[in-house]
């Protein structure tokens, strides 16, 4: 019966992608290096290992709305849930390296997105989650189906520089926010009896109005 181990040996942000993504490249090797895999659905959950790394002053900042204040963190600060994402094993006898894409959100409702926005340098410790179904040779020559342990995992340390160039790649200069339709609707309205031809004078006047300093 296969015995799969996983290692993440690589990752690229290809810039041709309809949407930001990240694409780990991942080894997959079989203790039984005579056991031929025909296939398999690799199924994966990402988690950030948020305790495993340091913060700047200006990181636990802008982690407020997500871990709350830093004298709180020794009991707010826990493993974040990333993504769920999957491949398909191909044939192979040995190993096999695969890609294993995750897509990536620049929406700032998600927690991911503030986490990762928040990092001005360093890395982003990952844990790869593994389970999944797979089909190989028995000895007997038939086909067989085993389940991938769910003890299986890997470790990856991903630079917070790869995600900041790649969204300044798909979004230079830009970020994204969801609000209320209604809201949109008003915002919309006084953008137009203001007559201000962007959504960034708006905003900028709207804090002007408020007090707020803004910086051009």
Not at 37 to 52: A, D
Not at 112 to 127: D, Q, V, W
Request: glycine share 6%; net charge negative; charged share 20%.
């Amino acid at each position: 019966m296969p015995d799969l181990n996983f290692a993440v040996v690589g990752v690229e942000a290809p810039g041709f992608a309809a949407v930001p993504t990240i694409i780990f490249k991942l080894r997959i090797d079989n203790t039984i290096e005579q056991e031929c895999i025909h296939s398999g659905i690799l199924r994966c959950q990402v988690q950030i290992n948020v305790t495993r790394r340091r913060y700047s002053p200006e990181a636990q900042a802008q982690l407020l709305e997500v871990f709350g204040e830093p004298k709180r963190w020794g009991e707010t600060l826990r493993s974040l849930l990333w993504t769920h994402t999957s491949t398909v094993i191909p044939q192979f006898t040995g190993s096999v390296t695969v890609a294993l894409p995750i897509v990536c959100t620049y929406d700032f409702d998600v927690v991911s997105t503030k986490y990762f926005n928040a990092l001005g340098e360093g890395e982003i410790p990952l844990t790869f989650l593994f389970s999944g179904t797979i089909f190989y040779e028995g000895p007997g020559g038939n086909m067989q189906v085993a389940q991938i342990s769910w003890s299986k995992e890997a470790t990856y340390r991903l630079q917070v520089s790869l995600w900041q160039e790649m969204m300044e790649h798909y979004y230079p200069n830009t970020a994204w926010i969801r609000i209320r339709k209604d809201i949109f609707d008003q915002l919309y309205r006084y953008k137009a009896t203001q007559a201000l031809p962007t959504w960034d004078d708006v905003l900028v006047k709207l804090l002007q109005i408020s007090g707020e300093e803004v910086h051009q």
